[in-house]
């Protein structure tokens, strides 16, 4: 694999939209973001600094994440991470990212010396795991901290540490004939695994998941109920 476009999630892609895949010239993005600290830092004051990068892979490896073709959309001041309220800073990001899906905008073409509809789509993010946490939504830290297992997780407690544990949260991914899944020893003490790997939603199902939650623009709301 040499660029994006080798990879599978691009030629899926172009198989669920071939509208979109056969002209070229429509745009496929990406998204990074993380803090970084801006000033020198000190125990006493901390900073951080929170840029939104969109970067094209339509361009060739060594130009598509230069910095030329990087562009910063949005710088969402400190002191601190902004959390769960991202969604504020990215709201007119995420409005402009819509209307190039859903009905693009009339530019030129300079090396075909024609207008045309362009549109763009959003293809991958880049992040860390807590910055992946705040542009999805999906806590990542304490029990639910898996985006994968989310409310199946099988985390625990530690009854001194009064922390929570992911230590045999992996053996219902193995191969049901692995000998790890009967293993009482290796393990949680006295217990075997049965169950399977759990089911990966598609967008549809996700969406309709996710759509009754509040935002986080509409006031706190509660928890999850056992959660915390």
């Known amino acids: 694999m040499q660029h994006p476009s080798d990879g599978k999630a691009w030629k899926h892609f172009d198989n669920v939209y071939p509208d979109f895949a056969a002209d070229p010239r429509h745009v496929r993005l990406g998204l990074c973001s993380d803090g970084f600290t801006p000033y020198v830092q000190a125990s006493t004051s901390p900073y951080s600094c929170w840029?939104?990068?969109?970067?094209?892979?339509n361009l060739s490896p060594e130009m598509c994440?230069?910095?030329?073709?990087?562009?910063?959309?949005c710088l969402i001041p400190g002191p601190t991470n902004p959390t769960k309220k991202i969604d504020v800073y990215l709201q007119p990001l995420i409005d402009d990212l819509q209307l190039l899906w859903n009905e693009g905008v009339f530019t030129y073409d300079i090396f075909g010396k024609e207008n045309f509809v362009m549109r763009a789509c959003l293809m991958w993010t880049i992040n860390d795991f807590p910055a992946y946490g705040m542009l999805s939504g999906w806590e990542t830290k304490g029990k639910l901290a898996c985006p994968h297992c989310m409310e199946d997780i099988k985390a625990f407690t530690l009854r001194h540490g009064g922390k929570a544990s992911w230590f045999d949260c992996h053996r219902r991914f193995l191969p049901t004939n692995h000998p790890f899944r009967k293993s009482q020893r290796r393990f949680l003490k006295n217990k075997t695994e049965m169950?399977?790997?759990l089911y990966i939603m598609n967008g549809?199902?996700?969406?309709?998941?996710?759509?009754?939650?509040?935002?986080?623009?509409?006031?706190?709301?509660?928890n999850l109920p056992g959660y915390g």
């Not at 840029?51 to 892979?57: A, C, G, R, W």
């Not at 994440?65 to 959309?73: A, C, E, G, I």
């Not at 549809?204 to 509660?222: M, R």
């Open 195 to 197: 169950d399977g790997p």
């Open 204 to 222: 549809g199902q996700l969406w309709g998941f996710l759509n009754d939650f509040p935002k986080v623009t509409e006031g706190p709301f509660d």
């Open 51 to 57: 840029p939104v990068f969109l970067t094209p892979y």
């Open 65 to 73: 994440v230069t910095k030329p073709y990087m562009f910063l959309t």
